[in-house]
């Protein structure tokens, strides 16, 4: 298959990449090309002989791929690189943040389904080994509450909180599904991006802190046991994501609902609206 990669300012371009040319697994992949608006990621890629070109416009290997992976550090660039493929019902990976916009987000999934498009993406934090434990005991028991903690960058260039909000939640969603019901949240600091949220299942409750570091931990409280696990080396994961990109593709089946991929973008909205109110939102998917 022929790919193209659009975003090359983000480091999951370059694994990416890297994993394409290197991994046999993925011998069937081609990455013809990249598009990206800065111009050094363009030329790093290319002299490491990883990609064919550098188009000029993210729409310029319409007809010439079979799929798309786009890897914008923005999430505001997703729905604008993706949609003239997706319109096309040409296949796509989307990186997290699916969109910061909801309704572009929509519009996406709708275009997708009108399309036939299949789309994957999001955060590869949901395919955390790790957290494999916790994921068990709440399969085996009944949950009483839980926690999660990840990163968070409050103050960027590239969608504030929405830029790296998203692994939290997937971590989340993962472990205890994504029914959740309502969300209070509390910007301790931005510069110091503190943000607490309390995240209110039906019966339970996790609470959820954002933190300035790199590990990434959750834990389960059932009414059999409890459970936490962690892990601050989760680079293994492009490999995961590329994987279900790449059989997605094969073999013309979606890895999950289309649906899904919109659940993050409306829990993070829910958690903005909750820090800036100081009032408890309800979630509505």
């Known amino acids: ?38 111009a050094e990621s363009n030329k790093k890629i290319l002299d490491a002989g990883l990609a064919g070109c550098a188009a000029e416009k993210p729409e310029d290997f319409l007809g010439k791929v079979d799929a798309i992976m786009v890897t914008a550090r923005h999430g505001d660039l997703h729905y604008e690189y993706a949609l003239p493929y997706v319109k096309e019902g040409i296949p796509a990976f989307i990186d997290k943040p699916f969109t910061v916009d909801l309704e572009k987000g929509r519009a996406l999934i709708s275009a997708a389904e009108k399309s036939g498009s299949l789309l994957c993406g999001g955060s590869s934090l949901k395919f955390l080994k790790e957290l494999d434990p916790v994921r068990e005991a709440v399969k085996e028991g009944i949950v009483k509450g839980g926690y999660v903690s990840a990163p968070v960058n409050m103050i960027n260039e590239y969608g504030g909180f929405y830029f790296y909000s998203q692994h939290l939640i997937e971590m989340m ?60 080396n989760v680079t293994y994961l492009y490999k995961t994501e590329l994987t279900e990109f790449a059989e997605m593709v094969r073999t013309a089946r979606l890895p999950r609902p289309l649906g899904e991929l919109l659940k993050p973008v409306v829990i993070e909205h829910a958690i903005e609206e909750s820090y800036k109110t100081g009032k408890r939102v309800a979630v509505a998917f």
Do not use: W
């Open 173 to 232: 969603t993962s472990v205890f599904g994504a029914d959740i019901k309502a969300v209070c949240a509390n910007l301790v600091s931005e510069e110091s991006n503190r943000l607490m949220v309390t995240f209110q299942y039906d019966g339970f409750d996790v609470a959820g802190q954002y933190y300035n570091g790199y590990t990434y931990s959750a834990a389960a409280v059932t009414d059999k046991t409890a459970v936490f696990a962690s892990s601050a």
């Open 1 to 38: 298959m022929k790919i193209a990669i659009l975003g090359t300012e983000n480091s999951h371009c370059m694994a990416f990449a890297k994993l394409i040319a290197g991994d046999p697994e993925y011998a069937d992949i081609e990455l013809v090309g990249v598009y990206g608006y800065d």
